[in-house]
């Protein structure tokens, strides 16, 4: 059973930072796509970085490209994203989640399988 753990959620004001990490665990992740997406109050999810584990591939959506970072810790099986410089527009839901087709990196939410329960990043002005 694969289980995704959100955490590292919380209040931040504009121009902080924080991590989020998902633990995951019930099977290997090495070549699977891990992505993190968010859902603003009131709007669609929305895609914010993904991975290949164990690949290096890496995607940013625009609005997030060099503020976010996402790495994997193959040791902890634990995916992060830091997020640096935060606005008060990134305030959202963030979700992890896992995709069971192997070696393409994902994008869009309707490609992955597997989700987190969330954790709430609010960013205040």
């Known amino acids: 059973q694969v289980q995704l753990v959100e955490s590292g959620g919380g209040l931040v004001q504009a121009g902080g930072s924080l991590r989020l990490s998902c633990a995951a665990s019930g099977r290997t992740f090495s070549g699977y796509a891990m992505g993190w997406f968010r859902q603003p109050p009131g709007k669609e999810r929305e895609s914010v970085a993904a991975?290949?584990?164990?690949?290096?591939?890496?995607y940013y959506a625009d609005s997030v490209k060099g503020r976010f970072t996402i790495s994997t810790d193959n040791a902890k099986n634990t995916v992060y994203l830091q997020m640096n410089s935060l606005k008060p527009a990134d305030t959202a839901v963030y979700y992890c989640?896992?995709?069971?087709?192997?070696?393409?990196?994902?994008?869009?939410?309707?490609?992955?399988?597997?989700w987190g329960q969330g954790t709430q990043v609010t960013v205040s002005s």
């Open positions: 989640a896992t995709s069971t087709r192997y070696g393409s990196l994902r994008t869009k939410a309707s490609e992955y399988d597997y």
């Open positions: 991975i290949i584990w164990s690949g290096g591939n890496t």
